[in-house]
T-cell receptor, first 110, second 114 residues
């Protein structure tokens, strides 16, 4: 199971683009890279997932280089409501043996 | 019911007591999971079930047991609670139609063992 490393915390201001990078040097061939968002007193919520190159949805973009040893979650024009903990994880299904790690606590200021 | 529910919302329990945390989903998801979340440690997988009738151990299974008698329910039992099991417990599920690694989480159960 690949372990992930990401910054413990980040600060930003409203309207800025935020990029959170995660390293996963031991990612396996079958592993997907997934990001979750968690607000206080709530369960995590799936944001985006990718295998390689770039993935974009209505919430975020995910950039994955060719070697897949890292990935970057990009949040465009953050607002105060984007203040949350963001988790990067790698794994595949079935088995569900996902490792969440400590996550990155993003604080968006006015 | 819509999605995944957990009960109770919170509980204070005396050490040594038995406790079952309930989890029910109505999405017909085949896989279900139990995590615990402690400050500074993120979420850690306790047990999981890929399909009804099967279960597996996660990262921190000691002191916990699970059963999966049907698709919808996945109870987590603490046979004899200890203070180190004080935590927030999240149940999650995923289905064949989900993205890989996409799990749907319940609202959590905050458990305090004294």
């Amino acid at each position: 199971l690949a372990k992930t490393t990401q910054p413990i915390s980040m600060d930003s201001y409203e309207g800025q683009e935020v990029n959170i990078t995660c390293s996963h040097n031991n990612i396996a061939t079958n592993d997907y890279i997934t990001w979750y968002q968690q607000f206080p007193s709530q369960g995590p919520r799936f944001i985006i997932q990718g295998y390689k190159t770039k993935v974009t949805n209505e919430v975020a973009s995910l950039f994955i280089p060719a070697d897949r040893k890292s990935s970057t979650l990009s949040l465009p024009r953050v607002s105060l409501s984007d203040t949350a903990v963001y988790y990067c994880l790698v794994g595949d299904v079935p088995g569900g043996k996902l490792i969440f790690g400590q996550g990155t606590e993003l604080s968006v200021k006015p | 019911i819509a999605g995944i529910t957990q009960a109770p919302t919170s509980q204070i329990l005396a050490a040594g007591r038995r406790m079952t945390l309930r989890c029910t989903q109505d999405m017909r998801h085949n896989a279900m999971y139990w995590y615990r979340q402690d400050l500074g440690l993120g979420l850690r997988l306790i047990h999981y079930s890929n399909t009804a009738g099967t279960t597996g151990k996660g990262e921190v299974p000691d002191g916990y047991s699970v059963s999966r008698a049907n698709t919808d329910d996945f109870p987590l039992t603490l046979a004899s609670a200890v203070p180190s099991q004080t935590s927030v417990y999240f149940c999650a599920s995923s289905g064949f139609s989900s993205n890989y690694n996409e799990q749907f989480f319940g609202p959590g159960t905050r458990l305090t063992v004294l």
